[in-house]
């Protein structure tokens, strides 16, 4: 099963009206999409970004409809994935090489990852794109909440509507919000979507460029000092998750194992969703450091959760990886 899976599950989210359905259709144009599958969550009664995608041409297409899939649809979702794969092995088809989930533009990526659980023995190889769109300001304040979650959880994040405002401002606040996410400023649409499905994940590590934190997010760089062990390790993160709830956005990072072999482990935590640490045997050995995306919470507040804890909590320095006293 594992070779006829889907190489990988792309969550697409953004908030209402930012683009999403015109990246995917601009995206489903190009050459480089074949074999690829599309869900819509349309949280409304009558499915209009569903029979926008359907009119780009013939396409394996699911929908989630009258609900948003991160509130009431997470085993409707499992169940459509399944079918999707069942239906194009039936076909004598080649797999997918990637389904394509749009969100409906109020969904917080965590939950919906959280749901993908009973899809883990196919192997799934999952990322989130997220659509900031250059000219919402209003709605990003009206709704910041969902508008952080989804832009803390992307290993992409696309400027949309350049040709209707300046990108700068848009793409600093998605930088003071994540900046371990790749940003795509690209004006021209086909270029545009071929860079948002196509870059990889991993350039999230590496993304260059200063952002000024936004005043409600905190970016914060954690280190475990020299005598922690690997349950001190495991606590504090676990700590953290039940501590914050729903302002923990993102975690991300690497350990280095209780029984060291040289390679270090991806931390990867989207909301409070910890994915299983993956060893990057292949990789050179990158210091061990988590970075914590979280809403309202200051470097003093992660401190005071666990006073005692051998961690330091430094404020994180974008690109260089480097932490300036908090
Ligand atoms: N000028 C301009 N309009 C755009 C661009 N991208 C999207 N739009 C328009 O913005 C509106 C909303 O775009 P959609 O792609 O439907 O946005 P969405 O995020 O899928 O919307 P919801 O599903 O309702 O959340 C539509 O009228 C689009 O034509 C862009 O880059 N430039």
Request: glycine content about 8%; hydrophobic content about 50%.
């Amino acid at each position: 099963m594992t070779n006829e899976s889907p190489a990988e599950f792309i969550l697409l989210a953004g908030f209402l009206g930012s683009g999403k359905t015109t990246l995917l259709r601009d995206w489903l144009a190009l050459p480089e999409a074949a074999d690829t599958a599309v869900i819509v969550n349309e949280a409304g009664q009558i499915d209009i970004d569903g029979a926008v995608i359907a009119d780009s041409g013939p396409l394996p297409l699911a929908m989630l409809s009258n609900g948003c899939v991160c509130c009431s649809l997470t085993n409707d979702l499992v169940f459509t994935v399944q079918s999707l794969l069942e239906s194009r092995e039936k076909a004598g088809l080649p797999p997918f090489r990637r389904i394509i989930l749009e969100c409906s533009g109020l969904s917080r990526p965590g939950p919906i990852l959280r749901s993908l659980g009973p899809l883990a023995p196919l192997g799934l190889r999952v990322r989130a794109i997220a659509t900031c769109d250059a000219a919402q300001a209003e709605a990003r304040a009206a709704h910041f909440d969902e508008f952080a979650a989804q832009i803390a959880a992307a290993d992409v994040v696309v400027v949309t509507k350049l040709d209707q405002a300046e990108g700068e401002a848009a793409t600093a606040l998605a930088a003071g919000i994540n900046p371990l996410a790749a940003r795509i400023v690209e004006p021209d649409p086909a270029r545009r979507a071929l860079a948002a499905f196509t870059t990889p994940p991993g350039a999230a590590l590496s993304t260059p460029g200063a952002a000024a934190p936004h005043p409600r997010i905190g970016v914060h760089l954690v280190e475990f000092l020299g005598d922690a062990g690997w349950d001190d390790r495991l606590d504090w993160m676990e700590n953290l998750a039940a501590f914050a709830g729903e302002r923990l956005l993102r975690m991300k990072g690497f350990l280095h194992p209780a029984e060291d072999d040289g390679a270090a482990l991806l931390v990867q935590v989207v909301g409070t969703l910890f994915s299983p640490l993956s060893r990057m045997a292949r990789t050179a050995r990158t210091p061990e450091a988590l970075v914590v995306i979280a809403r309202d919470l200051t470097a003093q507040d992660l401190r005071s959760m666990a006073p005692d804890a051998p961690v330091r909590i430094s404020r994180y320095a974008d690109g260089a990886r480097r932490a300036s006293a908090a």
